[in-house]
T-cell receptor
Framework: DTGVSQNPRHKITKRGQNVTFRCDPI?????LYWYRQTLGQGPEFLTY????????KSRLLSDRFSAERPKGSFSTLEIQRTEQGDSAMYLC???????????????FGPGTRLTVT | DQQVKQNSPSLSVQEGRISILNCDYT??????FLWYKKYPAEGPTFLIS?????DKNEDGRFTVFLNKSAKHLSLHIVPSQPGDSAVYFC???????????FGSGTKLNVKP
């Protein structure tokens, strides 16, 4: 396994269009995270899955955002009716997630850079 | 709510010397802290972590120190190498909660 992969790497879309990003985590990892990162900032938590269950969502995740992780494998993040403020790098990460803090270190994908024009 | 802060946007160090990157946090419930390194056009890469039951964790050239009373952690890189030039993020979480809070990063430049 070569790590976390994300597709596409870049996406340019017009305001109002819908976009969908895909993340393939490391195969044995049961936890999957989505983050958004803007210039000069660190990753901001969006949502988290334990297997197929979405257990936490940030207030940053408006109704236009939806994430799924069918069968606890890959995940998709969809943004409907995109706005210029959605332009950012969208990062996916996965972790093993054992007991306590063990296995909590996350492995990140390269990200999908979204530009909304 | 910026619960994890990295107040130095950049740091420049000579090769072979020590690099010290700092991170402050406000939430006393944080009990697990991590450092990540990020190269351009790549996602962050896990570097080292520390649990709140410890005050130091070492891995090769990298050592993380935690001062719980000051709500401060630091990453020491000794000796610094040009390949260490990257953006470094600190992150924190509360036990059994899986929401991670990241700082804004410090760009380290190690000069040959």
């Amino acid at each position: 396994d070569t790590g976390v992969s994300q597709n596409p790497r870049h996406k340019i879309t017009k305001r109002g269009q819908n976009v969908t990003f895909r993340c393939d985590p490391i195969s044995e990892h049961n936890r999957l995270y989505w983050y958004r990162q803007t210039l000069g900032q660190g990753p901001e938590f969006l949502t988290y899955f334990q297997n197929e269950a979405q257990l936490e969502k940030s207030r940053l995740l408006s109704d236009r955002f939806s994430a799924e992780r069918p069968k606890g494998s890959f995940s998709t993040l969809e943004i409907q009716r995109t706005e210029q403020g959605d332009s950012a790098m969208y990062l996916c990460a996965s972790s093993l997630g054992a007991s306590g803090n063990i296995g909590d270190e996350q492995y990140f994908g390269p990200g999908t850079r979204l530009t909304v024009t | 709510d910026q619960q994890v802060k990295q107040n130095s946007p950049s740091l420049s160090v000579q090769e072979g010397r020590i690099s010290i990157l700092n991170c402050d946090y406000t939430n006393s419930m944080f009990d697990y802290f991590l450092w990540y390194k990020k190269y351009p056009a790549e996602g962050p890469t896990f570097l080292i972590s520390i649990s709140s039951i410890k005050d130091k964790n070492e891995d090769g050239r990298f050592t993380v120190f935690l001062n719980k009373s000051a709500k401060h952690l630091s990453l020491h890189i000794v000796p610094s190498q040009p390949g260490d030039s990257a953006v470094y993020f600190c992150a924190a979480k509360v036990y059994n909660f899986n929401k991670f809070y990241f700082g804004s990063g410090t760009k380290l430049n190690v000069k040959p």
